[in-house]
């Protein structure tokens, strides 16, 4: 029997934010939830591209951060415990088919890449998108199966604000900061607001508190400073928590 497998893609973008309790899932047309069905989330990250940004210390601390603010190491809520490797060698492309969950960066490009390595010029990446999170999940029951950071170094610089704050007017985005409001998305969890257009009908979607989500436009303070606002400013180092 072929499998239904849904693709969602989580993006973050220029803008602000700081955590806050609320929180979104990704949810199916039949209400079920996605979630991870084991305990233990293991991810690979490729930077030896990105060294050309950051030091490998700071990249793999960085990371490793972001995975933690949404493990049981950090927060006793969670069933999660989420662990990165260090893999060497050349980028590898997102699939998110393959079962084997990546945090990649991409300094050459910023695209959809084909099995040859060349950009998919059907599916172009928003260049305003920090990063990209694409989880893909099964159809019927919700159950995460892969899920691919790819973290924008082509478009955007980086760094570890934290240990190297910026002196003065700075265009460098925390990696670590980035990277956890990713991690949200790599557990199932969507933006806090909603990108309707102009006069949109479409339904909100409810938080867990049951209430429907705003449009990011008219978002409260409350709600722009969630972990998962889908906005983040260069210098804003405060989605480092959730």
Same mark, same amino acid.
């Given at each position: 029997?072929?499998?239904?497998? /849904? #693709?969602?893609? &989580? ?10 309790? @609320?929180?979104?899932?990704? =949810? ?84 959809? /890449? #084909?099995?040859? &390595? ?10 305003? @998108?920090?990063?990209?999170? =694409? ?108």
């Amino acid at each position: 029997m072929k499998r239904a497998w /849904l #693709l969602i893609a &989580g993006v973050a973008v220029l803008a602000s934010a700081k955590p806050a309790s @609320a929180y979104v899932r990704y =949810t199916l047309a039949s209400g079920v939830m996605f979630k991870w069905p084991q305990s233990c989330v293991k991810l690979t990250a490729y930077p030896d591209d990105f060294v050309s940004h950051m030091p490998l210390d700071e990249i793999m601390s960085g990371v490793t951060a972001s995975a933690d603010a949404w493990s049981t190491v950090s927060d006793a809520c969670t069933y999660l415990s989420i662990t990165v490797d260090y893999a060497t060698g050349a980028t590898p492309r997102a699939n998110p088919k393959d079962q084997q969950s990546m945090v990649l960066f991409r300094t050459k490009n910023w695209c959809k /890449l #084909l099995p040859n &390595g060349a950009c998919d010029t059907t599916m172009p990446y928003d260049t305003a @998108a920090l990063q990209l999170t =694409t989880v893909s999940a099964r159809m019927s029951s919700g159950q995460i199966t892969d899920a691919d950071i790819e973290v924008n170094g082509f478009n955007f610089m980086w760094g570890d604000l934290v240990a190297n704050p910026p002196t003065g007017a700075s265009q460098v985005h925390d990696l670590q900061n980035a990277v956890t409001h990713e991690m949200g998305h790599l557990i199932g969890l969507d933006h806090t607001c909603y990108p309707y257009p102009p006069g949109s009908t479409i339904p909100h979607p409810d938080d867990d508190n049951g209430v429907p989500i705003p449009d990011c436009n008219a978002a409260s303070i409350e709600v722009k400073e969630t972990t998962m606002f889908p906005s983040a400013d260069s210098g804003d180092i405060d989605k480092r928590a959730v």
